[in-house]
């Protein structure tokens, strides 16, 4: 009777641990949605065999695919098919939302200009290994201006009504690795910026400055599954051309408009973002902060009915620094 009790412990003991491994292994399995091979080729499925030698994949349409577990390059588990998309297929995405900035500007003769805008912002992207992107933002606010006239007089000015209009396109390619999308990039920028303190005061002009530059950046996004991500993003402005248009008519019809050229100068930007996507729409927060800083333009003479004044007028060097946050919908 005792022997027969302890073969019985001895097959419920192998039952339970044969049962449970299979249950681990079940359970380990459920977690995989898919396989990366060293190839580059995606298939997404169940998995029904792995061990050292060979893998074994269900697809959803019931093919059995197998292959040398030497080949594969990494495991998609679940929350991670996001991560892998752009890899199999092409995806995109689309975004409307809002800024709202606060914006500095310094020149090296002790001018400022500063106060808040508020911007309107929309992109698209389009991934397929590679990386194609467009933005547009445009943005109002009312800065407040302090410095000197021409002659020396300090001089204050509060709500100058200023325009933004800023549009990129941008060339990348994606890097995914598991969780992490790494994609560097670069392309063209153009910004347009219109102060226009004639509105405020009856010596002001309006003051147009166009930027054509070249970003080089790096964007990284980590999936933390569950429709999380955060990303993050550094990029280097490359200025080709400035060019500063002050109109100089809008004090005297006499004088002429002149146009500075800024041949040399950088900007620098940085963001950190938080997204969260459910089955059609998603929503982003992205607080992030930008710089500019140009070198001295070139001088032109002013005029007055054509006839030369003696004066000259060049954009001095100056910078500018803008801190803000969007909020973004996407699609």
Not at 162 to 173: A, F, K, T, V, W
């Amino acid at each position: 009777m005792k022997m027969y009790r302890k073969k019985a412990w001895i097959c419920a003991i192998t039952f339970t641990f044969t049962l449970c491994f299979y249950t681990f292994s079940f359970a380990q399995y459920e977690n995989i949605k898919g396989v990366q091979f060293k190839n580059g080729s995606i298939v997404y499925g169940k998995v029904i065999k792995m061990d050292s030698n060979e893998i074994q994949i269900e697809t959803n349409d019931g093919k059995i695919i197998s292959s040398k577990f030497d080949d594969v390059e990494s495991l998609i588990k679940e929350g991670e098919e996001e991560s892998f998309k752009n890899l199999s297929k092409p995806w995109h995405t689309w975004e409307i939302g809002t800024e709202i900035s606060y914006i500095q500007y310094e020149e090296t003769s002790m001018m400022k200009e500063k106060g808040m805008m508020y911007g309107i912002v929309s992109s698209y992207a389009y991934h397929h290994y590679f990386m194609s992107k467009a933005e547009l933002k445009f943005a109002y606010g009312q800065l407040d201006y302090d410095g000197a006239t021409w002659d020396g007089f300090p001089l204050t000015m509060t709500g100058i009504p200023n325009y933004m209009l800023e549009i990129r396109g941008l060339l990348g390619y994606d890097f995914v690795r598991k969780a992490i999308t790494i994609t560097p990039y670069s392309g063209i920028g153009f910004r347009w910026l219109n102060d226009n303190s004639q509105e405020k005061y009856f010596g002001g002009y309006k003051r147009i400055s166009n930027y054509l530059y070249i970003p080089i950046g790096l964007e990284v996004v980590t999936n933390l599954g569950k429709g999380w991500s955060l990303g993050a993003a550094g990029e280097y402005d490359l200025l080709l051309r400035g060019k500063q248009r002050s109109c100089l008519s809008d004090i005297d019809p006499g004088f002429n408009n002149i146009e500075n050229d800024q041949t040399k100068g950088y900007g620098v930007r940085g963001s950190i973002s938080i997204t969260k996507k459910y089955e059609k729409i998603g929503f982003l927060i992205e607080p992030y902060v930008k710089y500019w800083s140009i070198s001295d333009s070139y001088a032109n003479p002013i005029t007055y009915y054509g006839v030369p004044t003696g004066y000259v007028v060049f954009e001095p060097k100056n910078n500018s620094t803008e801190m803000g946050c969007k909020l973004a919908v996407t699609f």
